[in-house]
């Protein structure tokens, strides 16, 4: 069985994020009073440009990375042109079906993935994984969106030093939004592979070869599963992982990364 997605202690409002800059004219207690003060009134701030609100990313900054762009429905790269598909899928369509993606991995918006991946900014997964569901929700019918989400998973290792998995704390939240299923172990890494900057697409291929394990495979058999990712760069890992689900039964793999690196 597939365990469900379930509320959890990140559902409550984060107030440790960075306030406003000191006021350097102010006594040190009187700094203090103010950010207490203000820690109350305003629990989040924009994680971009750091403008005190209510919201992980206001809205300037979100109209701002939010930005429509031509891309080839299977593998997410951008186009110059509205074509569905890129000249390299046509020639070598990957294992997945579709790819659903906020936008580019650059700045100002990779700043988002920095905060959750290295400084463990929680809160961002929630809202990255809101903007998600709008995208799945404008761009797929109900009939054609997941009915499974899981997350790349991290080797053991990596996920003992980081002390969570980006993906999953994204996933869970997508499948809230989205009303469907969700499993942080279905797919599993068996080993630690090779750190992949640097290497080839055909060299980050061979690494990837055998990293991953599915420990009940009728857990994905028949289903349209939905890949869950930070960021995609050669595609090299999300192509091992779709790969081995469509071979152990899946009827479909979308994949739902929040960045996109362009090529």
């Known amino acids: 069985m597939v365990p469900p997605v379930t509320p959890d202690a990140l559902d409550m409002p984060d107030t440790t994020a960075p306030r406003a ?9 009187a700094r203090g009073w103010l950010r207490a003060v203000a820690g109350r009134a305003f629990p989040d701030s924009c994680r971009l440009c750091g403008m005190l ?21 299977q593998c997410g790269l951008p186009l110059a042109t509205a074509t569905l598909r890129c000249g390299a899928c046509l020639r070598d369509a990957p ?25 463990a900014e929680l809160p961002v997964a929630r809202w990255l994984a809101q903007q998600l569901a709008n995208a799945v929700q404008r761009e797929l019918v109900p009939a054609e969106r997941p009915s499974l989400l899981l997350p790349v998973p991290l080797s053991r290792r990596r996920l003992q030093a980081r002390g969570f998995n980006q993906a999953w704390e994204i996933t869970r939240h997508l499948a809230r939004t989205l009303g469907c299923a969700a499993s942080p172990v279905a797919l599993q890494r068996r080993r630690d592979t090779t750190p992949q900057p640097g290497l080839s697409v055909r060299a980050r291929r061979a690494n990837l070869r055998n990293a991953f394990t599915l420990p009940a495979p009728e857990a994905i058999r028949g289903r349209h599963v939905g890949l869950v990712d930070d ?15 469509m071979r152990h039964g899946a ?3 979308t994949l739902l990364v929040v960045l996109r690196t362009p090529r």
């Open 251 to 253: 009827a479909r793999v």
């Open 21 to 29: 800059a000191p006021l350097a004219r102010l006594g040190a207690a």
């Open 231 to 245: 960021v995609m760069t050669s595609g090299a890992t999300l192509h091992a992982a779709a790969r081995l689900l």
């Open 95 to 119: 294992p997945y079906a579709r790819t659903i993606t906020l936008g580019d991995y650059a700045l100002p918006q990779a700043a988002l993935v920095t905060a959750l991946k290295y400084r």
């Open 53 to 73: 609100g209510t919201e992980t990313v206001c809205t300037l900054c979100q109209d701002s990375i939010l930005q429509p762009v031509h891309r080839c429905l």
